[in-house]
């Protein structure tokens, strides 16, 4: 069985995954899914990585996943550790030497957004949060979520160029959330591909695909250790 790390994304912290967690264990896998420090406007992704892996400790086995901006810190956690398997779940792909500040423009991402608002009147990239991220989350949920909201990653980390020189040497998988409101599904398949190489997954979810389809995803995130023996 595999040890599941589990990577929140920008303002949020572990307990956007409390409901994956439980169906991993009921699986059979340890599941460690940390809040990364806050509060710091210093810190960078660096920092992130070693605040993850001081929690690791020496659990063996790992499959590193990332959500959102996870993205920016999972592959360094995964690199340093010797992950079996690196997970995204709509995250933003860095390249070397890209800050996530320079990410949007870099990518596409506001274009793709944009031209996504033309042709659903105006539901992805919505102000509300209601609307853009949690559209599928039972509202009592997704206010709870959002209560645990904060500043997070910090302003440095926002500006540094991504440290690593390439993209770690392991099997890397995409899931693509279909009722993506945030980033579109199409933009993100195609980021897929061009950046990794990889044919995204899909799971029929919103952005926040933890908390709507916990199940689902824990199946699919199950299924991909189970791929790598």
């Known amino acids: ?31 460690i899914a940390p809040d990364l420090p806050g509060d710091d406007e210093t810190l960078t992704f660096e920092d992130y990585a070693d605040a993850v892996i001081a929690e690791v400790g020496e659990q063996s086995d790992v499959i590193v996943v990332g959500h959102s ?97 390439a993209w770690p040497q392991m099997p890397t998988r995409f899931i693509v959330c279909t009722q993506d409101r945030f980033f579109p599904p199409e933009f993100l398949r195609a980021l897929a591909l061009e950046r990794l190489d990889v044919i995204a997954d899909d799971i029929a979810a919103s952005h926040c695909a933890p908390l709507s389809r916990p199940v689902e995803l824990a199946a699919l995130l199950a299924g991909y250790a189970a791929e790598q023996g």
């Open 1 to 31: 069985m595999s040890t599941f790390v589990l990577i929140h994304g920008a303002g949020d912290v572990g307990w956007c995954w409390h409901l994956v967690v439980p169906e991993l264990i009921g699986r059979g896998h340890t599941v």
């Open 69 to 165: 901006m996870g993205a920016y810190t999972a592959p360094i956690v995964a690199e340093r550790l010797g992950a079996r398997a690196l997970v995204l779940i709509a995250g933003m792909i860095p390249s070397p030497g890209e800050s996530p500040d320079l990410w949007w423009t870099n990518t596409g991402c506001g274009a793709a957004v944009v031209e996504a608002a033309e042709r659903d009147g105006g539901l992805t990239g919505s102000a509300d949060p209601f609307v853009s991220f949690y559209h599928d989350v039972p509202r009592e949920l997704a206010a709870q979520a959002l209560s645990f909201e904060r500043a997070h990653p910090s302003s440095a980390a926002m500006a540094a160029p991504w440290p690593m020189p």
